[in-house]
């Protein structure tokens, strides 16, 4: 039950795109197509912004996108927004009902 | 609109017991595989157990094997944590979320403090 690898941060300037890595093991993020990617602002709640590798949840911009190569997933924001400046976690399921995040990356928008 | 409210957190001493609770509304709450969450003062999110719908089936993180229990009451719309033997490391706020292979509900969270 190790946590998923993700950059501790992420930057870039208004209307440009970043990219956010999430790499675990053939155990939970290259073993299932359950991969989420949550937004988290300080002091709220997470919240889902991509599940099942690349599905979106109502109501979230389609700036958001998800892909996953392998043991690798990765979460795209295009047209950054300053709202978009927050915490990101991935999540996978890792199999016998456990669940497994990320250990997160600070997005900044420059 | 799903609503997740915990309640049950506040200030321990080491060895000691709480119990969560959280209470949904706007959806089936029998319908959905249940979890607990947890984030340490200024770290990452720590999945912490799980429960299946009928509470037939419960999942915990290592770290909390033995001393925590996972319940829930689906005539009341409600899932429990209950903490017990305590240490300095379970300080962090429980957050009780919907789901298990995606966690798509989320509680506003509360904070768990253990400390002599």
């Known amino acids: 039950q190790s946590a998923l690898t993700q950059p501790p941060s992420a930057s870039g300037s208004p209307g440009q795109s970043v990219t956010i890595s999430c790499t675990g093991t053939?155990?939970?993020?290259?073993?299932?197509?359950?991969v989420s990617w949550y937004q988290q602002h300080p002091g709220k709640a997470p919240k889902l912004m991509i599940y099942e590798v690349s599905k979106r949840p109502s109501g979230v911009p389609d700036r958001f996108s998800g892909s996953k190569s392998g043991n690798t997933a990765s979460l795209t924001v295009s047209g950054l927004q300053a709202e978009d400046e927050a915490d990101y976690y991935c999540g996978s399921y890792a199999g016998s009902k456990n669940y497994v995040f990320g250990t997160g990356t600070k997005v900044t928008v420059l | 609109e799903v609503q997740l409210v915990e309640s049950g957190g506040g200030l321990v001493q080491p060895g000691g017991s709480l119990r969560l609770s959280c209470a949904a509304s706007g959806f089936t709450f029998g319908s959905y595989w249940m979890s607990w969450v947890r984030q340490a003062p200024g770290k990452g999110l720590e999945w912490v157990a799980n429960i299946k719908q009928d509470g037939s089936e419960k999942y915990y993180v290592d770290s909390v094997k033995g001393r925590f229990t996972i319940s829930r009451d689906n005539a009341k719309n409600s899932l429990y944590l209950q903490m017990n033997s305590l240490r300095a490391e379970d300080t962090a706020v429980y957050y009780c979320?919907?789901?298990?292979?995606?966690?798509?509900?989320w509680g506003q969270g509360t904070l768990v403090t253990v400390s002599s």
């Open positions: 979320a919907g789901g298990t292979t995606t966690l798509g509900y």
């Open positions: 053939s155990s939970d993020v290259g073993g299932y197509n359950y």
